[in-house]
């Protein structure tokens, strides 16, 4: 677990590339692949930037993405998975890249989408920028797999060095595109891109992501959170917009504006609920936190629950998978 | 049944707990030692028990996941007070919130 944490911060580093121990991953790579080291380097301020960059290439050569990348990571695989039989692997991966996996695949994949909607606007065009982007290896988003194979043998060395100091990276027989990391990264405690204020991910030439809790939001939609009022919240037509109007201006605000009543009230908290047009009711239980914070108080939070939910417990209890009858903590904090 | 901020634990009785997990591999431990029920991705405060025992992930990221103290012990988080447990084995499960078409965990 300590190697899938320093690759958790790997998955999540931001901040100017180590370009010299970057192109020294890839010289390695390329050596360990059995290749010639590639004539040029060339950097890119994104994974967009890079893409423009792949696209102009001239006698660059095949892409090798698969000499370097894709066979040796299945031959290790292969390797400590005959060595440690499939339990032992198992517990490995667990214990390693799973931990890391759904979050940096959703990053990437995220990412992926965004560098195709920005290079093509036209349906017809998306498909020569998704073909560059197959070539790619995905640098400090390959951190879930590299966690795994961490400490257990030199072959992908060089990857692990490229993926250490920096972003996406394309390699071909004569020429390398390397993409600088993000500067800016925003996530909530869960891993999602999250950020009310301004981009959740930011490259150094604009190249940004824009969400809400991991909900794609358009950027001009966030400089209206900061002046939303519950007319402008209830007029809001796209529902998934909505809720994220909802949550941004808090649902306490909200509740106490709106003139909402308490549904029903118990030992574990009060449920309210707000109906909205067009949507199904907003059921809500709000609950104390247990544990007080430092200066002595105790802190609100709401949860969202099912709109058929009609006590608090019910609602608490729906939290984590229970039954109402079945919610009965002997102690909390 | 114990809550410690979105993380419940469950008491279950070994006969309850399903055969194959019984020989599944165990979760590893942290850098720390510890065995970790679950960990904020920002912050990096986990909620973590010290002390003998296994920790069996049954499916997803986010458990939930079985728990098996022999002398019992204490699960701890940086934020929320300590909780003693007795020994034996349970179920942890991740707090999870409504959205419409999807249900979402909670971090805290």
Redesign the interface.
Not at chain 1, 3 to 10: G, T, Y
Not at chain 1, 316 to 323: I, Q, S
Not at chain 2, 73 to 83: K, L, N, P, Y
């Given at each position: 677990?300590?190697h899938?944490?320093s690759w958790?911060d790997v998955a999540?580093a931001t901040g100017a590339a180590d370009r010299a121990a970057a192109e020294e991953g890839v010289r390695h790579a390329y050596r360990t692949a059995g290749l010639a080291e590639p004539g040029q380097i060339v950097w890119a301020q994104s994974p967009r930037a890079a893409v423009g960059i792949v696209e102009k290439l001239a006698d660059a050569g095949r892409s090798v993405r698969e000499e370097v990348r894709t066979r040796p990571w299945a031959e290790e695989r292969r390797r400590m998975y005959d060595e440690l039989g499939p339990?032992?692997w198992?517990?490995l991966w667990?214990?390693?890249g799973?931990?890391l996996?759904?979050?940096t695949a959703a990053l990437a994949e995220r990412i992926r989408s965004g560098v195709v909607a920005d290079l093509a606007p036209r349906p017809e065009d998306e498909g020569a920028v998704r073909l560059v982007l197959l070539d790619a290896v995905l640098g400090q988003h390959d951190a879930a797999w590299l966690a795994a194979f961490d400490g257990r043998g030199d072959r992908l060395t060089g990857l692990a060095e490229v993926a250490r100091n920096a972003g996406w990276w394309w390699p071909y027989e004569n020429a390398v595109v390397i993409s600088e990391r993000p500067q800016v990264l925003h996530?909530?405690?869960?891993?999602r891109l999250d950020h009310g204020e301004g981009p959740a991910l930011a490259y150094g030439d604009g190249f940004a992501l824009y969400a809400w809790?991991?909900m794609p939001v358009p950027a001009a939609f966030l400089e209206e959170l900061a002046s939303l009022t519950p007319h402008r919240i209830r007029e809001e037509e796209n529902?998934e917009l909505r809720?994220v109007m909802l949550e941004y201006y808090g649902y306490d605000r909200y509740l106490t504006e709106s003139g909402a009543r308490p549904v029903h009230r118990d030992e574990t908290g009060i449920l309210w609920r707000i109906a909205l047009d067009g949507?199904?009711d907003v059921?809500m239980v709000e609950v104390v936190?247990?544990?007080p914070e430092p200066d002595g108080t105790h802190r609100t939070y709401w949860?969202?629950?099912?709109p058929a939910t009609r006590t608090a417990k019910e609602g608490v209890a729906?939290?984590?998978?229970?039954e109402g009858a079945a919610?009965?903590?002997?102690?909390?904090? | 049944?114990?809550?410690?901020?979105d993380v419940?634990i469950m008491a279950l009785e070994e006969s309850a707990v399903p055969a194959p997990f019984l020989k599944a591999?165990?979760?590893?431990?942290?850098?720390r030692g510890r065995l970790?029920l679950a960990?904020?991705?920002?912050?990096?405060h986990a909620h973590a028990v010290q002390g003998p025992g296994r920790l069996i992930?049954e499916a997803g990221?986010f458990g939930?996941m079985l728990l098996h103290l022999p002398e019992g012990g204490r699960v701890v988080?940086e934020?929320?007070?300590?909780?003693p447990l007795p020994q034996g084995w349970f179920r942890v499960?991740r707090?999870?919130?409504?959205?419409?078409g999807a249900i979402?965990?909670?971090?805290?």
């Amino acid at each position: 677990m300590q190697h899938v944490n320093s690759w958790r911060d790997v998955a999540a580093a931001t901040g100017a590339a180590d370009r010299a121990a970057a192109e020294e991953g890839v010289r390695h790579a390329y050596r360990t692949a059995g290749l010639a080291e590639p004539g040029q380097i060339v950097w890119a301020q994104s994974p967009r930037a890079a893409v423009g960059i792949v696209e102009k290439l001239a006698d660059a050569g095949r892409s090798v993405r698969e000499e370097v990348r894709t066979r040796p990571w299945a031959e290790e695989r292969r390797r400590m998975y005959d060595e440690l039989g499939p339990a032992g692997w198992s517990a490995l991966w667990s214990a390693t890249g799973a931990q890391l996996w759904e979050t940096t695949a959703a990053l990437a994949e995220r990412i992926r989408s965004g560098v195709v909607a920005d290079l093509a606007p036209r349906p017809e065009d998306e498909g020569a920028v998704r073909l560059v982007l197959l070539d790619a290896v995905l640098g400090q988003h390959d951190a879930a797999w590299l966690a795994a194979f961490d400490g257990r043998g030199d072959r992908l060395t060089g990857l692990a060095e490229v993926a250490r100091n920096a972003g996406w990276w394309w390699p071909y027989e004569n020429a390398v595109v390397i993409s600088e990391r993000p500067q800016v990264l925003h996530r909530d405690e869960a891993g999602r891109l999250d950020h009310g204020e301004g981009p959740a991910l930011a490259y150094g030439d604009g190249f940004a992501l824009y969400a809400w809790r991991g909900m794609p939001v358009p950027a001009a939609f966030l400089e209206e959170l900061a002046s939303l009022t519950p007319h402008r919240i209830r007029e809001e037509e796209n529902a998934e917009l909505r809720r994220v109007m909802l949550e941004y201006y808090g649902y306490d605000r909200y509740l106490t504006e709106s003139g909402a009543r308490p549904v029903h009230r118990d030992e574990t908290g009060i449920l309210w609920r707000i109906a909205l047009d067009g949507d199904e009711d907003v059921v809500m239980v709000e609950v104390v936190n247990s544990t007080p914070e430092p200066d002595g108080t105790h802190r609100t939070y709401w949860l969202r629950v099912p709109p058929a939910t009609r006590t608090a417990k019910e609602g608490v209890a729906w939290t984590f998978g229970l039954e109402g009858a079945a919610y009965a903590p002997v102690r909390q904090t | 049944m114990y809550r410690q901020g979105d993380v419940l634990i469950m008491a279950l009785e070994e006969s309850a707990v399903p055969a194959p997990f019984l020989k599944a591999p165990d979760e590893l431990r942290d850098g720390r030692g510890r065995l970790v029920l679950a960990l904020g991705e920002v912050t990096g405060h986990a909620h973590a028990v010290q002390g003998p025992g296994r920790l069996i992930r049954e499916a997803g990221p986010f458990g939930p996941m079985l728990l098996h103290l022999p002398e019992g012990g204490r699960v701890v988080h940086e934020e929320h007070a300590t909780i003693p447990l007795p020994q034996g084995w349970f179920r942890v499960v991740r707090q999870r919130e409504y959205a419409p078409g999807a249900i979402r965990i909670v971090a805290d």
